[in-house]
């Protein structure tokens, strides 16, 4: 008898633990994706939650009872996942995929995976992710052909800190003063391992060690509360940056000198920049959330934008179509075709800080002119009980006077002076709201205090 498993999502698993995952759950997975996939060889990691070694070893039993070897790297974060997938050969042999157990910025209670096959290619709902879910309630598989796979604990530190330090020209970074916020330790050992290697950049460390405790709060630097402590120490240190990473660190947020936190969408405008100035007429691909900003510099720049539906799994696989150079979400999630169009949390900031050596400038003013130019809301969540009702009343509401109308993810709607996306969250029972406007802060203040009203409705 088929059981409904409701941790599998529209690109990856999460659920909370016990009852949404489990060990017994998480082997299904395994099995199911072996089945599915037919690896011969897959990494398998964990992040630093409770419960994330119980599921590792679950999900690499199922692998293993398949016939696939598992690779174990331990403790990391999902991009080690990804670039060992990519990267790392056994006996000249590549990887056929990897799977790393984390519910990213989810509460402590909770667990889940990120799934890739071969070249760290995304797993999601429309590739594969949908059939491994029906095989894993169904909890029948096939006999394996062969013999049970092997467990090999490999260590990829070297490598992995060799490849992000090739996003850096050969002369050294100008010296800064950075904070550097792991948020409950995940992305510390990373931290370290490219501080040996940076010795013109001084890290100021907080919240460095590793606690599936969470004693710092949901690793999630976009909730207002977690900042604090990032910004009391760019203020104590004086420092000329601050970092936070999620969860996983697949996701890093920055910090200007002044304390300011600064919203992913800016630093979509910036990168995808440096990048056009190395690839003229380069492909960047975006979200819908907040695009005004992105648009706007990649068309001054001769490059091409492009836009694709939120979520790592589908940009990934837009970006792979298209053969884009960079993709950015205004979530903070960065993609690089030199990473096998993954996102990293790392790659990022070691740009930023590179652009701000180059330049001479601080982060502010690199920044504030396109703050200036298209000031956004940011991501406004509310909990709604008829979602798609709410879509529709809003659209409704707006559409007599609307531009434009789009429905690539949730609903966006263009006048002459603002924007907006109203999304469901495809991993938590929300609706997000994204407000833009055109050098008019005041308007977008406006426009948002409206349609939240509209939303309490």
């Given amino acids: 008898m088929s059981i409904p498993l409701t941790c599998f ?18 082997y299904r997975i395994g099995r199911a994706y072996a089945e599915k996939i037919q690896p011969k060889s897959v990494i398998v990691g964990r992040d630093i939650r409770l419960s994330s070694d119980e599921m590792a070893a679950a999900v690499s039993r199922g692998l293993m009872d398949a016939g696939a070897d598992v690779y174990d790297i331990g403790l990391c974060g999902t991009e080690e996942v990804y670039f060992a997938t990519f990267a790392y050969q056994d006996a000249g042999k590549m990887m056929d995929g990897g799977i790393m157990v984390t519910a990213s910025h989810n509460p402590k209670d909770y667990n889940g995976m990120k799934l890739v096959r071969e070249h760290s290619k995304p797993v999601s709902g429309d590739t594969g992710l949908d059939d491994i ?35 850096l020209g050969a002369e050294p970074l100008k010296p800064l003063k950075i904070v550097v916020n792991a948020g409950n330790g995940a992305a510390g050992h990373v931290i370290d391992w490219l501080e040996a290697s940076l010795p013109t950049l001084t890290f100021i460390k907080i919240h460095h060690e590793p606690n599936g405790h969470f004693p710092n709060g949901i690793p999630n630097p976009l909730l207002p509360e977690n900042r604090a402590s990032t910004i009391a ?101 960065h993609y690089f075709r030199d990473f096998a169009y993954c996102d990293s949390g790392m790659i990022p900031w070691l740009l930023v800080v590179a652009l701000m050596g180059d330049s001479g400038k601080p982060l502010s003013q690199l920044l504030d002119e396109r703050m200036r130019l298209f000031p956004a809301s940011g991501e406004i969540n509310r909990v709604i009980a008829d979602p798609a009702a709410v879509l529709a009343k809003v659209r409704q509401h707006y559409q ?19 924007r907006f996306n109203l999304r469901c969250s495809n991993t938590e029972p929300l609706v997000r709201l994204n407000v833009e406007a ?11 205090a409206e349609l939240l009203a509209l939303l309490a409705e």
């Fill in 400 to 418: 007599h006077e609307a531009l434009e109308i789009d429905f690539t993810d949730g609903l966006s709607m263009e006048f002459a002076g603002w």
């Fill in 233 to 333: 120490a760019i203020h104590a240190h004086k420092a000329d940056l601050g970092i936070a990473w999620d969860g996983d660190f697949d996701r890093c947020f920055l910090f200007d000198e002044t304390g300011r936190f600064i919203e992913g969408y800016y630093i979509v405008g910036l990168l995808a920049a440096a990048f056009l100035k190395l690839n003229p007429g380069a492909k960047i691909v975006h979200d819908p959330r907040l695009t005004w900003n992105t648009v706007d510099i990649v068309n001054n720049l001769s490059g091409i934008a492009i836009q694709s539906k939120t979520g790592h799994a589908f940009i990934k696989e837009r970006m792979r179509s298209e053969d884009a150079v960079y993709g950015g979400e205004m979530s903070a999630h």
């Fill in 133 to 167: 879910k029906q095989l894993a309630e169904t909890n029948e598989f096939a006999a394996p052909s062969g013999a049970r796979g092997q467990l090999k604990h490999i260590t990829i530190g070297e490598a992995y800190t060799r490849h992000l330090l090739g996003y």
């Fill in 9 to 26: 999502k529209a690109y990856d698993i999460r659920g909370r633990i016990p009852d949404e995952l489990n060990p017994d759950i998480a």
């Fill in 438 to 448: 055109r050098g008019d802060e005041t308007l977008m203040q406006a426009k948002t």
